[in-house]
């Protein structure tokens, strides 16, 4: 080759090269995440999931979420209570994994925690709890806390969650008195799965329902999933398409609301305040777990907290419904509905806050179920183990329970699992 073709060549290649380096430079890089909730692509053994390091010198909690941490509902509320804490807690260092199967995937990400240094992990999933009493039971200097289940070792391992039925209660009267100003008295619940949570919450539902219409009935769709937007959207639209007005979801995102908008109905989200988005959102039942967490943070630090079974209501704080709280607006599907509907849902929400009407309240005979049959006479009070349990052998053990569906629900009981 000639010494003129070679420089001609390499001349090419350096030409090359500094256009390769220009376009590189003119791609803005990704954001680099907080360092607090940093997770990276994870090793193999640990199912595909990174576990972040602790820092020394700090308190260091960790947080197991079954779903992304933006997604709309239950993990972002959770997420966004985690965040709380590091902003409000002093020298607290905070970390996250977010979708996380239940079962043994989970067990393998709590004893990872653990093992890196976690001071405290919270778990939030009613499929958390048999994993993470394992582990527990082999990381004492860790404390472990659970939402939505019933099991606590009452030393590092305990049990936490709310008493949401007020919420869903006050919205089952908002929705009753929606469906009966449009004239189609039907409401739909998407529930996930056959536990005593879900249950408990479809009855507060149709419980409130009742109050302001009489003759409006619930129908349900079970869909087995947590955190499944094409499922979700998929159930909703049979709910709606088989006759109901306004539909509740169980599960984690807004889908419901899309739905509702899409067809000219109702829907009300669940968990996040921001989940009520679009003019078709009735209301949104939501979490606001910060404060719960950052006191139980501050209590591990202290070494004053003592695991059990902690049942919050909504004198906490951390419980709320969308456009009806300090600093919220009606809704556009609350604005026009009778107005003592409104003052009744109003006024019972600042008992409810205040403590003087609580879940026990929420569940007061006399209630009847769908057949017929009396579940609690006049004068009756449900107790937390009922409000826990399905009265059939899971413990704890209970004298009524929630197997049971109350007075306008147009479903059968779920088969229970043996």
């Known amino acids: ?26 791609t803005p890089a990704p954001a680099a995440p907080a ?32 779903g992304p941490h933006d997604d709309g509902g239950w993990s972002q509320a959770h997420y966004e209570g985690l965040e709380y804490i590091e902003q409000n807690i002093p020298n607290t260092h905070i970390a996250y994994i977010e979708n996380v199967p239940e079962g043994a995937d989970s067990e393998q990400v709590f004893r990872s925690l653990a093992r890196k240094g976690f001071k405290l992990i919270f778990g939030t999933s009613f499929g958390f709890m048999d994993p993470m009493e394992t582990v527990a039971s082999e990381f004492p200097n860790s404390t472990f806390v659970h939402i939505s289940g019933f099991k606590s070792n009452e030393t590092n391992f305990g049990n936490l969650f709310g008493a949401m039925e007020n919420m869903k209660y006050l919205g ?89 908008q899409a067809k000219g109905k109702w829907g009300v989200t669940y968990d996040w305040y921001g989940s009520c988005k679009v003019e078709r959102c009735l209301t949104a039942p939501y979490w606001n777990w910060g404060p719960v967490y ?10 004053t907290y003592k695991p059990g079974w902690e049942y919050f209501d909504s004198d906490s704080g951390a419980l709320g419904l969308f456009g009806l ?37 929420v569940f007061a005979g006399p209630i009847v179920d769908n057949k017929g ?15 826990d349990c399905f009265a059939v052998g899971d413990e704890p053990r209970c004298e009524t329970g929630m197997y049971w569906w109350a007075d306008g629900v147009t479903a059968e009981l779920p088969a229970l699992s043996e």
């Open 325 to 361: 709280m300090e600093g919220e607006e009606l809704t556009a599907g609350m604005k026009d509905l009778p107005a003592d509907v409104i003052t009744m849902v109003q006024d019972t929400l600042a008992k409810m806050n205040n403590g003087e009407f609580t879940r026990f309240d």
């Open 172 to 260: 089952g009267m908002l929705a009753g008195a929606r469906a009966k100003a449009d004239g189609n008295p039907k409401l739909g619940y998407m529930a996930t799965f056959p536990i005593p949570e879900e249950l408990r919450l479809g009855n507060a539902i149709a419980l409130g329902m009742k109050k302001t219409c009489p003759e409006c009935t619930m129908d349900v769709r079970w869909i087995n999933t947590w955190h499944d937007p094409v499922i979700e959207k998929d159930a909703a639209a049979s709910l709606f398409d088989a006759g109901a007005q306004v539909v509740f979801t169980g599960a984690d995102t807004p889908a419901v609301a899309d739905v509702a």
């Open 373 to 387: 049959n009396e579940v609690l006479p006049a004068g009756a009070k449900m107790e937390q183990a009922d409000i």
């Open 294 to 303: 950052a006191a139980i943070t501050q209590k591990v630090i202290d070494g």
């Open 35 to 66: 360092e607090a909730t940093t997770a990276a692509p994870a090793p193999a053994e640990q199912g595909g999931l990174q576990i972040p390091d602790v820092v020394e010198g700090k308190t260091n909690v960790a947080m197991v979420l079954i």
């Open 1 to 26: 080759m000639s010494r003129s073709k070679l420089w001609g060549l390499l001349a090419l290649l350096v030409i090359t090269a500094m256009l390769l380096g220009a376009c590189q430079a003119a």
